[in-house]
């Protein structure tokens, strides 16, 4: 290998470090007292505006569906920011097991995307586009529904699901008994009743109206092999006139080779100015 | 013989293999303790890496729950629950103890508050439920042979504030198990005697117990050791054994084959042992074999060699102990055979002892007369008659000449007669007269000579009693068969008595002593003295040894010839002293061997020169005339011739045969005393009377002995005799320088 080379390879890997350094950060803030939540802030220039990814039930930022659809909306110039919902715990970082004590509820996520959606708005000057992953939509329709003049100019959920509650084993009551439920994946879930109803009670009719009567674009992108969406959810959707994007083989988390087909399809919602194709 | 160890083969043969096994046995110890101490080195070296091991296993186990204990403080739960801490003790509940929330590395853990107290009191937690926030550090706690580790470790977000502490509780041991990092020590035999609670690893270390695990050089050393040594019993056991096996089957069998074949060789003879030598099965040694029939043929030849021997020295036995020419038993064997029954006198019981001892009559006048040949076998015949008359196990010996004895065991006086008796029957019946042509009758003496039960006569006395009885027997008017009693020393205790035998012997050889005594003989019809006969006596000290005493001893020594020479020579003398009157004359008594001697004629020539005036009679007795009869009938004849008047002495004690009278040149017939004395019995009479007719018709004189008084006188003179002999007439006196003797006048 030549001198001339070498000098190349290192100049462009110290550029690469300084770049990731220099746009990608890690934020927080104290979305409630004593209450934590980060996020990580790719940022872009400002061509193409600000994208903020929202992950699903009980997850984090680093869920790879999330962490790579962000990369790949920064590769192509947008500014994401993912940030990982708090759900009760102070920085959290990690996914939160099933079985851990659930306190928190819908609206205090809402009220996390709220405050995440004026931070970004507040550094970039301009409506941004919501992305929504799995359960993440489901807060994203409640942020919709409860924020009316909220800055977004598109919303795109991917495998829009919602937490599907069932009959409890042991029923919680009020604010502060725990009880054993099932919440979407979570065959034990253990939660007060408040909680969980803050989940379940934000219906797929309250979503399908919401999504109906968003002033901005909803699109919404469903894999073709996810066995957690039910047809007729999809079906209720497209005839609801919500664009469904279709893509063909992937599943719930869009990995493998349809990673890059999600990236592509979000990146040409993005891209598209005005409103996007349904049934592709 | 050197006192050495003796042992049979089968015995050496386990001490040597006893010997190998403890030589084995030592020499196995010996490499043990060796591989011991190099062990002992080994395991030293591998204390040292396994201390170094664990320290490094322990920093290891301890980096990890560190790291473990630093993760666990950004365990998003555990800021729920400081926030919240309200449902703690479900939460506790459910995701520590009853979930798997809780890291495998720890068993506990506890949540603190900012303050340092538990969110919750936990029951049975392990962990303090306050910390003391000026020494949070690692505590080491003793929990039974383990030791609890407990970590504690703040819970903070980055640079925020301290929101409180999580503490966690993990078993030492069973996280040092986790790692499985232990490459010499056993991890399943590691153990803690930690007392109480530290915050120093160091005294953690030193609490550690633990054993090493085999390592696998060592394992293979150890397999290693194991195979050599199983290889070397091997290679020492299985050639031992088969040394041993091979030494029992093959040698031992050879070898004890040999001792069997010696105990056949003994038991069976060498052709039985050459038989199974050649039938005999199994592991056989050609080598062994040949020593077998080297030792059966040795056997052979020294059976041959022994049998030899053995009849070389029977030979030599019989020739030491039996007389060649009766087969008898000589005198050496009799002499052995007494002390032998002395010594079985002495271990058995014997009630009595007899000693038979006899010889035959006349014995050498029948040698004399039929020659040595016929003696010979009359001395056979006299052995066979003798064995066939003695009692089974009586045996007999031939002391000499014609003397045997037979010592009879367990045996009274009444018993030996019987034995005698049958002796003295057999020998009469015996026929010598067919077989061996022997005219006279051939009769035994027999003297028996008593042993009284638990005495201990030598034999030489017994000998000498049973001689005194037997020549006793020989007397005139005596049976042939005599015992011994003490009574007959006072007749016969003379005949070999020292004093005699000086006396004879200085008579012969120094012609000291002899003093000849003259008894007249008278013719009948005027009683004038015709001769006197010269009876010898013995001047012994003071007192005179007769005849009866004399000749016994001179007979039993054969010193007749020189005994008669003495009397000669005295006889001489006195025909020269002129003792002997002129008209009268002198009989001479000789005995047989002067008769048959060569020289008689020379030895009696000096009487010649007294033949003109005296008359000179040679007085010979019938066991003289039939001595070698015709050389006595030659000699006789020729003195005859000379001028001597040849006498028949003692005629009618012995054969009396009359034939005798009719060819030997014999002049005069003097009658024995025993005849004359009982003239007073008519047949008696009537015999002398007819025997003196046929005397007479033969042209024989004939002399009356013993005639003691008148009336034997009367019947001499009735019956013709022409001589008269007697004490009536005169008794054996000395003569004295005599003058001339008048007729009729008795000395």
């Known amino acids: 290998m030549c001198t001339g080379l070498k000098r190349w390879i290192g100049w462009t890997g110290l550029l690469c470090l300084l770049a990731g350094q220099v746009f990608a950060d890690t934020v927080s803030l104290e979305v409630r007292p004593g209450i934590r939540a980060s996020a990580v802030y790719l940022k872009a220039g400002p061509a193409k505006g600000a994208v903020l990814i929202l992950h699903g039930f009980l997850q984090t930022r680093e869920f790879p569906t999330v962490s790579n659809l962000g990369e790949s909306l920064h590769d192509a110039d947008y500014s994401v920011l993912m940030p990982t919902l708090s759900l009760g715990i102070d920085l959290r970082r990690r996914s939160l097991p099933c079985e851990a004590i659930h306190l928190h509820r819908l609206d205090q996520d809402v009220d996390e995307l709220a405050q995440w959606v004026d931070w970004l708005a507040r550094r970039q000057h301009g409506p941004i586009v919501l992305v929504g992953h799995s359960a993440g939509g489901h807060v994203i329709t409640r942020y919709l529904a409860t924020h009316p003049g909220a800055p977004v100019k598109r919303v795109v959920l991917v495998s829009l699901g919602y937490p599907v509650g069932r009959v409890p084993h042991r029923k919680g009551g009020g604010t502060r008994t725990l009880g054993d439920y099932s919440l979407g994946f979570c065959l034990r879930y253990p939660t007060t009743s408040v909680a969980y109803h803050s989940y379940v009670d934000w219906s797929t009719d309250k979503m399908l109206d919401t999504m109906q009567h968003a002033r901005m674009p909803v699109d919404v992108i469903i894999g073709s092999s996810d066995k957690r969406i039910r047809p007729e959810w999809v079906d209720r959707m497209r005839k609801g006139g919500v664009k469904v994007h279709i893509v063909k083989g992937a599943n719930h988390f869009f990995d493998s080779a349809q990673e890059f087909d999600l990236d592509d399809l979000v990146e040409s919602l993005l891209d598209d100015a005005g409103d996007g194709e349904a049934g592709t | 013989m050197s006192a050495g160890l003796r042992l049979s083969f089968r015995r050496y043969t386990l001490f040597f293999v006893a010997g190998v096994g403890l030589l084995y046995l030592a020499l196995s110890i010996l490499g043990h303790h060796f591989y011991g101490m190099a062990k002992q080195d080994i395991e030293h070296t591998e204390q040292a890496a396994a201390r170094l091991e664990l320290q490094t296993v322990f920093g290891r186990v301890m980096d990890d729950l560190r790291a473990g204990a630093g993760q666990l403080s950004q365990w998003d739960e555990l800021y729920q629950q400081v926030d919240n801490p309200v449902y703690f003790a479900y939460w506790y509940a459910h995701r520590i103890r009853g979930g798997k929330a809780l890291d495998s590395r720890f068993k506990d853990l506890m949540v603190y508050g900012a303050d340092g107290k538990a969110l919750a009191e936990i029951k049975d937690s392990r962990l303090p439920p306050r910390l003391d926030l000026a020494d949070i550090q690692d505590l080491y706690v003793p929990d039974g042979d383990d030791v609890g580790v407990l970590l504690f470790r703040p819970l903070q977000r980055g640079l925020g504030k301290r929101q409180g502490y999580v503490g966690v509780r993990a078993s030492l041991r069973a996280n040092i198990l986790r790692l499985q990092s232990f490459n010499r020590i056993d991890v399943h035999r590691l153990g803690f005697m930690l007392r109480q609670p530290t915050h120093d690893p160091q005294q953690v270390l030193r609490a550690v117990r633990y054993q090493l695990q085999p390592t696998p050089a060592q394992a293979a050393m150890d397999r290693l050791v194991l195979h050599l040594i199983l290889l070397l019993s091997l290679a020492v056991l299985l050639p031992t054994l088969f040394l041993s096996f091979f030494l029992l089957r093959l040698v031992g069998q050879a070898v004890m084959r040999i001792p069997r074949t010696v105990n056949i060789l003994r038991t069976r003879g060498p052709d039985a042992a050459r038989d199974i030598l050649e039938d005999s099965g199994g592991w056989r040694v050609s080598e062994l074999e040949s020593v077998q029939r080297a030792l059966i043929d040795y056997h052979r030849e020294l059976s041959s060699a022994n049998a030899t ?439």
């Not at chain 2, 070698?628 to 002495?649: C, K, P, V, W, Y």
């Not at chain 2, 022409?722 to 004490?727: A, I, L």
């Open chain 2, 309 to 747: 021997l053995d009849e070389k020295n029977r030979e030599l036995w019989n020739l030491a102990h039996r007389d060649v020419l009766t087969g008898a038993q000589n005198r050496r064997a009799f002499d052995n055979f007494w002390q032998t029954l002395q010594s079985l006198k002495q271990r058995q019981r014997m009630r009595s002892l007899r000693l038979m001892l006899c010889d035959v009559n006349h014995f050498k006048a029948i040698n004399d007369t039929y020659g040595h040949d016929v003696g010979d076998q009359v001395l056979q015949a006299i052995v066979e008659c003798l064995h066939r008359a003695v009692r089974r196990d009586e045996q007999l010996f031939r002391l000499g000449g014609d003397e045997f004895a037979c010592i009879l065991i367990d045996c009274d006086d009444q018993q030996a007669m019987a034995v005698a008796s049958r002796c003295e029957h057999e020998v009469a019946n015996f026929p010598f007269a067919e077989k061996l042509g022997i005219r006279e009758p051939v009769r035994l003496s027999i003297g028996i000579s008593p042993v009284a039960e638990g005495s201990e006569t030598p034999a030489q006395i017994l000998l000498r009693q049973a001689d005194v009885a037997m020549y006793h027997s020989k007397r005139p008017a005596s049976g042939s068969v005599c015992i011994y009693r003490e009574s007959l020393e006072s007749r016969s205790g003379t005949i070999f008595s020292n004093s005699i035998n000086e006396a004879v012997y200085r008579v012969i050889e120094q012609h000291e002593g002899l003093a000849m005594h003259y008894q007249p003989v008278r013719r009948v019809d005027d009683g004038t003295i015709a001769y006197y006969e010269a009876l010898m006596r013995i001047r012994h000290g003071d007192r005179l040894v007769y005849p009866d005493e004399i000749l016994p001893l001179v007979e039993s020594r054969h010193l007749e010839r020189e005994l008669d020479q003495a009397v000669i020579d005295q006889l001489l003398k006195d025909f020269y002293a002129g003792m002997i009157p002129v008209g009268t004359g002198v009989a001479i008594n000789l005995s047989a061997a002067s008769i048959i001697d060569e020289n008689i004629l020379a030895r009696l020539d000096p009487f010649r020169p007294f033949m003109s005036e005296h008359k000179l009679v040679l007085e010979v007795t019938e066991t003289t005339l039939i001595t070698q009869m015709e050389l006595a009938s030659g000699h006789l004849m020729q003195l005859r011739n000379q001028g001597f008047t040849i006498a028949l002495d003692d005629f009618g004690s012995g054969y009396s045969s009359l034939s005798y009278l009719t060819s030997m040149p014999v002049d005069l017939v003097k009658f024995d005393i025993t005849l004359v004395k009982a003239l007073h019995d008519e047949a008696h009479r009537r015999l002398v009377e007819h025997l003196l007719e046929f005397i007479t018709s033969v042209g024989r004189v004939s002399v009356a002995e013993g005639v003691e008084d008148e009336a034997i006188m009367r019947q001499v003179r009735t019956l013709g005799f022409e001589y008269v002999q007697g004490f009536l007439h005169g008794r054996p006196t000395p003569l004295g320088p005599i003058p001339r003797l008048g007729n009729g006048n008795a000395a």
